[in-house]
């Protein structure tokens, strides 16, 4: 059977849908090495940066399992200059999506210019509005005037042909899932949305030594892996549904088994990013995601991602639901 694993996203061909999460296994040149010379991984999104280097959040500020992370890195990178360079670097095997996260409009709007002068390497710019870990800055997508106004701004810098797309917090109010998609309507040029960052401001501790596992912030940090997943789902379904065709949605969250990814696509996802397992597992453990979403296209008789993506059924199809208690 023939079987097609590639996908799109703001027009440009990825030869599998499997991408880095930004922030993981993407701060350094070689971490940054070893996801180019994974074959699966399609694309390299770097970490979120600033215009100059930051040291981040005090340790420890990661925590992680097998099934789930908590971390407050506190938007910790190289700098915009770096990520540019890598951008040239490593856009020669395959994409580069730039992320962006500057602490003020003013910021986003600056790096946004610069990337825009640069010899434009990168392949796209994934701007982040919804960082949950640094002290004092909300999560900007949170506040949908603010996210207008950057966007507003954002969007009257010329860039070429090179396709920008947002990174958003997870909305858990359908009101805020209409508000948020009501502000990214109004831009033509936005090609994706990345949907979800991590769940901000959670709370993990370790009750035999009383302690919270990471230390910034009282120990509150973001979450990611198996238990966002249905929070992630439900963003991606939302915002296929809210926003226009030409907008992808790029799914986040919980991608931790081959089938988690076929769930995110079949939601509507054209392609999805991996962060706690990737972190977990390290580059190594791609592999095994990719030939697992492989098996269970081959198992449904799927040959292509068109096949089933955005075909989620929502009405019943079995009437009597065992798991329904009131039946
Ligand atoms: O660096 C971080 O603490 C961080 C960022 Br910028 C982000 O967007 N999401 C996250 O979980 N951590």
Wanted: glycine letters at 8%; hydrophobic letters at 35%.
């Amino acid at each position: 059977m023939d079987l097609d694993l590639s996908c799109y996203v703001a027009g440009i061909k990825l030869n599998s849908p499997i991408m880095n999460a930004s922030g993981v296994c993407c701060t350094t040149v070689k971490q940054i090495e070893e996801l180019d010379e994974s074959q699966f991984l399609s694309a390299i999104v770097t970490k979120s940066c600033t215009m100059t280097p930051r040291e981040g959040n005090p340790k420890p500020r990661y925590y992680g399992t097998s099934s789930f992370s908590i971390n407050s890195m506190g938007l910790a990178n190289m700098s915009l200059k770096y990520y540019l360079k890598v951008a040239e670097t490593f856009s020669k095997s395959k994409p580069v999506f730039l992320s962006l996260a500057g602490l003020s409009a003013e910021e986003n709007v600056a790096m946004v210019k610069n990337v825009a002068a640069s010899e434009q390497h990168a392949s796209g710019v994934e701007l982040n509005l919804s960082c949950p870990n640094v002290p004092n800055k909300p999560q900007i997508a949170y506040d949908f005037e603010a996210m207008g106004d950057i966007l507003n701004r954002v969007f009257e810098v010329d860039l070429g042909n090179m396709p920008l797309g947002v990174k958003l917090p997870p909305y858990f109010d359908p009101v805020h899932f209409h508000q948020s998609a009501d502000v990214l309507r109004n831009y033509p040029k936005l090609r994706w949305v990345t949907c979800i960052n991590s769940i901000g401001n959670g709370l993990y501790i370790d009750p035999i030594t009383e302690e919270t596992v990471i230390h910034p912030k009282k120990g509150l940090g973001g979450l990611g892996g198996s238990f966002v997943k249905p929070t992630a789902l439900a963003n991606v379904k939302m915002f296929r549904e809210l926003l226009p065709e030409q907008v992808d949605i790029i799914g986040c969250g919980g991608v931790l088994r081959g089938m988690d990814i076929f769930e995110h696509i079949l939601c509507g996802a054209s392609a999805v990013q991996v962060g706690t397992y990737l972190q977990e597992n390290g580059i190594d453990g791609i592999p095994r995601l990719y030939h697992e979403f492989k098996d269970v296209m081959i198992l449904k008789e799927y040959h292509t991602l068109d096949d089933f993506r955005g075909r989620l059924k929502t009405s019943p199809t079995i009437m009597n639901n065992k798991n329904d208690p009131a039946s």
